[in-house]
């Protein structure tokens, strides 16, 4: 049987163009590092994504990037 | 492309037959003994000699049981393993056997065709590994002979086909897939071939492991042993199948399955088989076609998905095949070319030089000075997604061209690894995921350039084996891979 799971790279070549090295980070990493973009950070916005992806819910105590059913719903 | 010599070689070393392909510009030939291809047989005897092909085969039934002797049967199949023979009390490893296979067949050619065969093309299974190539070079090398380079065997036989059919090879087919389907007595394999632009691309291959001819011989013996004890009323305990007795039993087998390809059923007869109590049984019996096909029925039809997988994996229909060749001997078992014909109906073709097809396939690709070149295009996968391309489809894959040092960075260090995601690219598709760990140091970067710099070397060495070596710049190992499973192309662009 043939795996749904695919291994992430986690390597970009160093060259020029892929300068500063901070913008292909993880968004969670990224955060961790840079202290939730404070200060003069500038995420990416897949950074950002990323990011909100792990922040730890403050309605369900996990990291469910909204998906826990206790969000009120936006009209 | 440039004729760069008089005469091309080339070499199908197989598991049951080996053959020498001749190339001199005009129609290929194959250099038999007499009209039958040399078997891969090699009989030592306690004295010291060495006997190879027809005779030592011939001998196998009168000399097994003689102490002393040794018979060494399919040794390509051992290559790579690491695996010895026991011979007059030494051991003997299988390059050294597999290099008195090439030993005679250089020197019948020259005795019998005055031909000197130093150098030339090799053919290999498709699933023949980095270790085996290997160890199958030194054996060559230790005839006498250099391996140029090798190429898969079904993919020699495209070669041979499109070359002798009709005078004009490429232009006939371009555009064309063709399916080879390669059963012969150790490995199938399957191939889908495809001529784009006068290049000869390997799409999809597939394999079954080692069921082949050899194996149904083994499913006979048992069979065959099975119905012997029950007949005889005799344990497995009291008649076993000793090793001296097994090669002679199943070179019987083999040639009742032979018979089976064209007779509805075959004796087989075993000579003073077994001694038991002082007495000498026999085995004789009748082997019929259904008792065969009830043997490999399952191994049929296991192949039979694999043809389907590999037209699945180039998102064909069989009704997109254009051409399928049967060669290899299992391919003449008639349940094979059944199920084939039921598929692919007229499209099917029964080569009939299946015997030689891949050595004159060999000997052609050295006359022309082919030479392998990357089928498809081969990357990194970036850590944003994209597709970082090292060598595209059509580089000639040999050591100095392919080659290459890039440095990367690791975006996410935390688990320790920077993990490199080698891909194939085809068609527009990524295909053939490798990935390789390489440890790196798990310390957060804290400046905005400060990721950990990973240095990353590839190269194709002279066996056609991607060796990849990657090393974090704080670290003081790296890690290092082999990859041997690479598809190649033929270019054959300007060849007439």
């Known amino acids: ?75 | 492309m440039a004729i760069n010599k008089q005469v091309g070689f080339g070499i199908d070393f197989g598991t049951t037959n080996s053959v020498v392909g001749v190339c001199e510009g005009g129609p290929t030939r194959a250099l038999l003994d007499g009209d039958k291809p040399n078997p891969s047989v090699v009989w030592y005897t306690a004295d010291g000699n060495v006997t190879v092909g027809r005779k030592a085969k011939n001998s196998l039934n009168g000399y097994a049981d003689v102490p002393g002797n040794t018979f060494v049967n399919s040794v390509k199949l051992t290559l790579g393993k690491g695996r010895s023979f026991r011979v007059a009390g030494q051991p003997k490893s299988a390059p050294e056997v597999a290099s008195e296979i090439f030993a005679f067949l250089l020197h019948q050619a020259k005795e019998r065709h005055s031909l000197d065969v130093k150098e030339g093309v090799v053919t290999i299974p498709v699933d023949f590994d980095g270790a085996a190539r290997h160890e199958l070079r030194l054996a060559a090398e230790r005839a006498g002979f250099y391996v140029k380079t090798f190429i898969h065997e079904p993919f020699a036989a495209v070669v041979a086909y499109c070359f002798s059919h009709q005078g004009t090879p490429i232009e006939d087919f371009e555009g064309r897939n063709i399916l080879v389907f390669d059963w012969g007595g150790g490995t199938l394999d399957i191939t889908l071939a495809a001529v784009r632009s006068g290049r000869m691309i390997q799409v999809a291959k597939a394999d079954l492991g080692h069921r082949a001819g050899d194996y149904f011989d083994e499913k006979i013996l048992r069979l065959s042993h099975h119905r012997f004890l029950e007949s005889s009323n005799l344990t497995l305990e009291e008649a076993p199948v000793g090793a001296t007795l097994k090669d002679r039993y199943l070179g019987r087998c083999e040639a009742a399955k032979l018979i089976l390809s064209d007779e509805r059923s075959s004796d087989l007869d075993v000579t003073s088989a077994f001694r038991v109590n002082g007495k000498i049984y026999d085995v004789t019996q009748e082997l019929t076609r259904e008792d065969f096909e009830s043997q490999v029925g399952i191994d049929v039809r296991d192949a039979m998905s694999k043809v389907d997988s590999v037209i699945e994996e180039a998102r064909l229909t069989p009704r997109d095949v254009d051409l399928v060749l049967l060669i290899g001997g299992s391919s003449r078992i008639p349940m094979v070319r059944r199920e084939i014909q039921e598929r692919f109906g007229s499209r099917v073709v029964y080569v009939k030089n299946a015997d030689t097809i891949i050595a004159e396939g060999a000997a052609r690709v050295d006359y022309l000075g082919m030479l392998p070149v990357l089928a498809r295009a081969l990357g990194v996968r970036l850590a944003d997604g994209a597709f970082y391309e090292l060598f595209p489809a059509g580089t000639v894959a040999k050591p100095g061209v392919c080659e290459k040092q890039i440095n990367f960075f690791c975006t996410d260090n935390r688990d320790g690894e920077a993990k490199l995601v080698l891909v194939e690219k085809y068609d527009g598709r990524e295909m053939n995921e490798r990935v390789l760990g390489i440890p790196v140091s798990r310390d957060l970067p804290h400046r905005y350039n400060d990721s950990e710099r990973v240095t990353v070397n590839l190269s194709l060495d002279e066996d056609l084996i991607l060796r990849v070596f990657g090393k974090g710049a704080t670290q003081e190992r790296g890690a290092r891979a082999e990859y041997h499973d690479l598809l190649f192309a033929l270019d054959t662009r300007g060849v007439r």
């Not at chain 1, 060259?15 to 973009?37: C, K, Q, S, V």
């Not at chain 1, 909100?52 to 819910?57: D, K």
Request: with cysteine; net charge positive.
């Open chain 1, 1 to 75: 049987m043939r795996s749904q799971l695919q291994i992430a790279s986690n390597l970009m070549p160093d060259e020029p163009g892929n300068r500063p090295h901070y913008r292909f980070l993880p968004g969670d990493l990224a955060a961790d590092i840079y202290r939730g973009f404070a200060g003069d950070f500038h995420p990416t916005p897949r950074q950002q994504r990323e990011h909100l992806q792990y922040i730890r819910c403050f309605l369900c105590g996990r990291t469910c990037a909204g998906t826990c059913g206790k969000y009120p719903e936006v009209r």
